[in-house]
Every structure is written in structure tokens, then in C-alpha cells.
């Protein structure tokens, strides 16, 4: 059984920045070498969590001397932090890790590393071993707080670097993080999940649920604004459990509430809830919040209870409807997105069409659709019933139109509405233009200087574009 660990492991931090020293020299050497300072690639697939992730890899590895680049080709470091909740997230792995043999053929200082949920997995690892013996380091999701010292293991050994755990009960922060966008910020508040639904790899990779204290939380988003960020999504894989294996107990929504004091804080994002845990209590305090932004994910996987029930859900078709009636009565304004499975074992037409009937009736504003993907020791895995791939593709797509059509038609809800915007980036098509964020979740894109980013404005929305609108800043309060 593990132990619930509430506090940061300090000694082990403090271990790891004397390992970071050493790097220091390692790194020092090789820029002697190159004539010129190291460039590392990280590169994320999957989650909101393993994108955070991703920036405490390049806090360390700009600590240590190495210089961010976008371009594979362009790094002597090159990581994947990978994911493995679908298969063809491990395929574009395989098929990109055939294209990084090429580059170290080229370029053979090169030095490739892989690490995140995949690497938790033994058949991943036996086929590295057997098949791309020129990955030089492989670590998981347990000991990422280890990649300094891993680090120094890699330089100072030939042969590949291989450190998995298990399971951990360490929690350690306070490690150099390098943030993607100066303004906003994701915020882990607790790691792995107990919930086992029987499609989800999760649990196996990630192992089991640790909060961090709430105290904790809140010093590392102060020192976050402090530093310029004015959003935070809080991460976990169960937000809505938050807490509950503290020594002191915390609910998610009292989390919320203290999050929600930090000065200068403006927005408060998290993801995801799950449908069972999501209270009562958090419902009342989002709606009377200023900074929790009008914007839920609320995975449904099944409109069917047949399904659900296979799926391991813990709710009903009807519990789901009456939750999002709930919600949707105290915030007519908020945003509703979900994930939803098809083709999941034993799946009918009919439990499909019970899956857009939730579409339908509950009208998400956006909805991610996905293919069941069999996942090795899940109990899915083993069911009978598995569904033909054409059978899939059918209530795939039937579930998609509508998924599109009603998300089309929320999206128009606000045409013409001035929202405030978070300015984010230059848009990628036209760069006169900036893209900002709304409070639930939407893209605008308006004309704005490259200065404006980090800053919240009013945008009236213009022109409805399907799922994002165009429009402009204006003075204007909506009334
Ligand atoms: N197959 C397909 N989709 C999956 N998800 C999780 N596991 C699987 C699987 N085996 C989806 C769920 C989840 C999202 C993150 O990924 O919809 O909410
Ligand atoms: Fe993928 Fe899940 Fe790992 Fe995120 S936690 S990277 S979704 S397997």
C-alpha cells in the first residue's frame, strides 16, 4: 500500500540540483567540443499533464546549459515525453524514433532520450531494446524528477540508460521549470488515478493517486504570478478527487477557494472531472467565482448504461444528464466539452445512438471523439464483443456529425457578445493578428500588437468561424 506523501520530498530536490551541477560540467565539455553552446528538442505527445511535464525537462536542461530549439534537426538532445492512452500515439513514436536514426547516422553525437507513460509499459521497453538500440536513455513517469542525475549517467556511460519504477510515493517539486508561455501556466495538483476505467491505461502508467498540500499549491501559483502569470489550469487526471488521501482531507472546490484569493491571479482553469466525483460544492463555487473560467471537460466516454457500466463509469446515462442540468442552470454560460469512446467492446448501434441522444440533449460545446483503441492489461482488452473496424467507423462518424453540427450551433450562441480575452500568440495564418482566449474556452483572432500578449481585453465577436470567431478589441463592457 503506498504511502499518501502531502508534503514536497526537499532532500531529493536538493539532491538533484548538486546532480545538475554535474550536468553543468557535461554540458560545459560538449559545448568545448561543438564550438558552440548544445541545443535540445523536447518534444510532448500526449496530455495537458505530460506538457507540463515537458517544461520541467527544459527547466533543467536550459539550467544545465542547453539552448531550446523548435527543430529536431536543429538539436544534439533530442526527448520524447511520449503517451500511451491510444495506440497511434505509440505508432507516431516508432515512426518518428525511425527518422531520429537517420539524424544520429548524420549526426552521431546526437543524443535521444524517452520518457512518460509509454516507458511504462515492459513490451515498449523490450522493443526499444531489441529494436532501437540507439535511444541513450529511457525513464518514466515515476522518477522524472530524477532527469538531472539520469542525465549524468547518459554522459558518463556508452551503453542505453534504462530506469523505470513502478510506483512511487515521492512528490517532489521546486525543480527549474521552463514555462511555455510567459502568462499562463499548468499547475499539477495531484498525480495518477484510482478510478480504473476498464479502457484506460492510466492508472498502470501513473500509478496511484497522490494529492500535493493545498498550502504547497498555492505558494508555487503565487511565485507563478509573481513571475507574470495571470492563468492557471490545475492538472490531475481526477481533479474532482482532489485531496481525499491527505492526511488533512481537502475537497477540490476548497482548493478552488484558495486559489481563487492569490492577488493578481485572473483566471483559474483545471482539467479534468470526472462526471461521479463532481459535487454539489464545486457547482456553487464556480458559480460565484470571478476567476474560475466558464469552462468545464466533463468526459461522458457513453451515453449508454449498458456501456458505462462496462466501462466502469459509476454513473448512469440519466446521472450524467442531470449533472449537466445542473451545471448548465446555475452558469447558462458555461462551456461543456467531453470525451467520448467509440467502438468500445460489445458496442451496438443502439448504445450509439444513446450516445448522441447525451449530444443532442446536453449540446457540448465541443466534444472530443475517439476510436477504442485496445489497450494491453486493461480489462477491456479482454472482453468479447470487440467491434469490427468498419461497424466503428460507422458510429464514429454518426457520432462526429452530430457532435459538429451542435457544437456549430453553441458556437453561434455569441455572436455579436463582447467577451474578455486572454491575448496568447500571433496567429499562425496571418500575423497582424492575435489569438486570444475566452473565458470558456473559445478562440478569437483580432487585430493587436505582438505586445498585447499575457493581457486580458475586451473582444467583440465579429464573425463565428464554426468553433472560433474573428473580431476586435473594443472599450466597450458588454451589457
Ligand atoms: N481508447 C480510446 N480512447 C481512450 N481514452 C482513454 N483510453 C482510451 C482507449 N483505450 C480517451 C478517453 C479519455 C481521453 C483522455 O482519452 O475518452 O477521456
Ligand atoms: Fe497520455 Fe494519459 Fe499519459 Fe496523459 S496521462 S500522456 S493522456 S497516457
Known sequence: MARYLSTNDTTESALQREYMEKAVACVAQLEDSLGRKPQCCVTTFGCQMNARDSEKLLGIL????YLPVENEEDADFVIYN???????ANQRVYGRL????????RKPHLKIALCGCMMQEESVIDKIKTSYRFVDLIFGTHNIFKFAQLLVTMFENQEMIIDIWHETDQIVEDLPVRRKYPYKSGVNIMYGCNNFCSYCIVPYVRGRERSRDPKEIVREIENMVRDGVVEVMLLGQNVNSYGKNLDVPVTFAQLLREVEQIDGLRRIRFMTSHPKDLSDELIDVMKHSDKICRHLHLPLQSGSDRILKAMNRRYTKAQYLALADRIRSAMPDIALTTDIIAGFPGETPADVDETIDVVR?????NAFTFIYSRRTGTPAAQMSGQVPETVVHEGFDRILKVVQDTARERALLWQGQVMEALVEEVNEQDASLMTGRLSNNMLVHFPAKQSMAGRIVPVSLDTCHGFYYTGHITTQKDG
Open 62 to 65: 536550459t539550467q544545465i546549459g
Open 82 to 88: 511520449t503517451c500511451t492512452v491510444r495506440d497511434n
Open 98 to 105: 525511425g527518422a531520429l536514426h537517420s539524424l544520429k547516422k
Open 361 to 365: 440533449r446536453v449540446r457540448f460545446d
